[in-house]
């Protein structure tokens, strides 16, 4: 874990909740850390630009959306194809997440994407299009049976 | 949720101003009032459309370790009381039953490996589960939990 100086992790801990809806909300955070509201907005930004902060701004629930089903698809790539394929994948909006992962033995399916469509027929048409691009024919989809848990990370 | 809705929650997951008025400065885009603004936001967060209004930390960056877990139930009666058991800890961010082999999946994302070690054995040692399996990640491609609406 990085190392933050208490008034870092107070800033941290304003912002990775929601900020206030009010006109000047970055004011009342930089009050309530202290600190002068261009300090606030600068150390933001700085964050964004050191890629600590991924980005600003809404989170959405996709189920309120219109994106209803969720899969997460898993493909049998070989290893010295995984880049190409996965920057296939990566490109389609309806693709949230993307990595190479290492299973446990036995395990065929190394690259993981996370999918998000309208129907279970929309989710299997964009399946369709990425095996026809990729010509990967080997994967499996495991469909969300079941939500138990879903957070934004906070790091402290 | 009319067309100007649809705008707001396109305009505020990609181009979130960090300006010191930022509802106003949406609102001079969309040609809305910054109190029309906040009205509409304050509405699409009470009925649950957007979850919160800030910042998505990257755990990589914050030095963080994480990794995807999966489970093995093979009596599905247990299978919420053990999902339960996972979400108790604040480092699982994510977990869900899924129709495959390993019915359960979630992610650890904990201050460091060891920690997450630890959680990943408490979890073992539930009655109940008859295999665990570890999905670490060798790379990050794609990281972008951003959902557009079509706007009508």
Known sequence: ?156 | MDSIDQSLINEIQDRFPIHSRPFAEIGKRLGIEEADVLRRLGYLMETGVIRRIGAVFSAEHAGLFSTLVALRIDDVDYLDEIAQAINAFPEVTHNYQRNHFYNIWFTVTAQNEKRAKQIIETVAGIPGISEVAEFPQVKTYKIDARFRIHES
């Not at chain 1, 004011?27 to 202290?34: L, M, V």
């Not at chain 1, 049998?76 to 990595?99: F, G, K, Q, T, W």
């Not at chain 1, 929309?122 to 848990?149: M, N, P, S, W």
């Open chain 1, 1 to 156: 874990m990085k190392i933050f100086s208490e008034q870092e992790r107070n800033l941290i801990r304003l912002i990775q909740d929601s900020i206030p809806l009010v006109p000047l909300p970055l004011a009342e955070i930089a009050q309530k850390t202290g600190v002068d509201e261009n300090t606030v907005i600068a150390r933001i930004n700085g964050w964004i630009s050191g890629g600590l902060i991924r980005r600003f701004g809404g989170v959405v629930r996709h189920n309120k959306i219109h994106r209803t089903v969720n899969v997460m698809s898993v493909w049998n790539v070989p290893l010295d194809d995984i880049d190409s394929v996965a920057s296939i994948i990566s490109n389609r909006p309806e693709v949230s997440h993307c990595y190479h992962r290492h299973g446990p033995q036995g395990w065929n399916y190394p690259l993981f994407a996370m999918i998000h469509a309208e129907s279970e027929e929309h989710c299997r048409r964009i399946i369709d299009e990425i095996a026809h691009k990729t010509g990967i024919r080997d994967y499996q989809l495991l469909f969300t049976v079941k939500e138990f848990k879903k957070t934004s990370l906070s790091l402290f």
